[in-house]
């Protein structure tokens, strides 16, 4: 039986797909090439070019795959964009997904791994941040996540589904052979910045804000693993097929690291400084965002192994090079 991976081009889409073709899983992926990215993918893998919200697409593609769970990464993640554009956020990643998830039921595929954001959580109010904590996200990016796991829940309770919704903390790194990487056009996120920032590729890196309540005044944040964070979903996947329950869980370390703290790491890492200007906060970011893994540690049973800051920036470097 194979399982649908969506958005299998994205990031850690990409990943998971290697991963699970490394353990013998049979993966379809559905991608619409929206981020314009062109990983490499393992021989055997089919990739559709098609849109989530396609019903006559996905209703065919999971009768003539045979398709048992489906992993949900597609969706848009730009924060700033869905507060400047939330239509589009609601339209893919609540009403497109809502479609895949009426085609899964229809066809009786009632398992499901969905990627989830922290953004659920909107400014917490204590970190390390657990699952039960108050959920008020502050953009559309993070109500549209929110707003599909209530869906899954429901589809739990009237049809059975059993699905997990994997809250992802801030994915960095990139698997050890360099194959793939983090790429986004446009790249707003902090780790490949930097490391572009200090290889000359683009220009200084701009730090936004200083005067966070933080040890250093610099945004703190829980960087995780790409490689930690695909290992999850195949635990997550085995839980769904032995007929359990998962639900939410943060994926993070329950460590975090600020900004400056990102940039030392990347400068000792690379020999060289990496240029940066001081610039005003970034609209929306809040000071600290820190999970607690402890559920998803006992429930899935497994750790982040690879997320201390040099592995994930060394892997982050190969696969820049
Ligand atoms: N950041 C920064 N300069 C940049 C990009 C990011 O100072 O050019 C900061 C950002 O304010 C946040 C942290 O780096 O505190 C991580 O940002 P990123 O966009 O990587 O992830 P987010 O936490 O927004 O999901």
Known sequence: MAILVTGGLGFVGSHFVWAASRVGREVVVLDDGSAGTDPPMPAGVTTIRGDIGDKALVRDLLRRASVDAIVHFAGKIQVGESVTNPALYLDVNLVRALALLDCAREASVLRMVFSSTAA?????????????????????????????????????????????????????????????????????????????????????????????????????????????????????????????????????????????????????????????NVGARRAGDPSALVASPARAEQVLGWRAVRSDLPTLIEDALRSRR
Not at 175 to 188: A, I, N
Not at 233 to 249: F, K, N, S, T
């Open 120 to 276: 659920v959580y909107g400014e917490p109010e204590v970190v390390p941040i657990v699952e039960d904590a108050p959920k008020r996200p502050v953009n559309a990016y993070g109500a549209s996540k929110l707003a599909f796991e209530y869906a899954l829940e429901a589809y739990g309770k009237a049809y059975g589904l059993k699905w997990a919704a994997l809250r992802y903390f801030n994915a960095a790194g990139a698997q050890e052979d360099g194959l793939l990487r983090e790429m986004h056009e446009p790249e707003t996120h902090l780790i490949p910045l930097v490391i572009d920032a200090a290889l000359g590729r683009r220009p200084p890196l701009t730090l936004f804000g200083t005067d966070y309540p933080t040890r250093d005044g610099t945004c703190e944040r829980d960087y995780i693993h790409v490689s930690d964070l695909v290992s999850a979903h195949l635990r997550a996947i085995a839980l769904l097929e032995q007929g359990r329950d998962v639900g939410p869980l943060n994926l993070g370390t329950g460590r975090g690291s600020t900004v400056r703290e990102v940039i030392d790491a990347a400068s000792r890492i690379l020999g060289k400084p990496v240029p940066f």
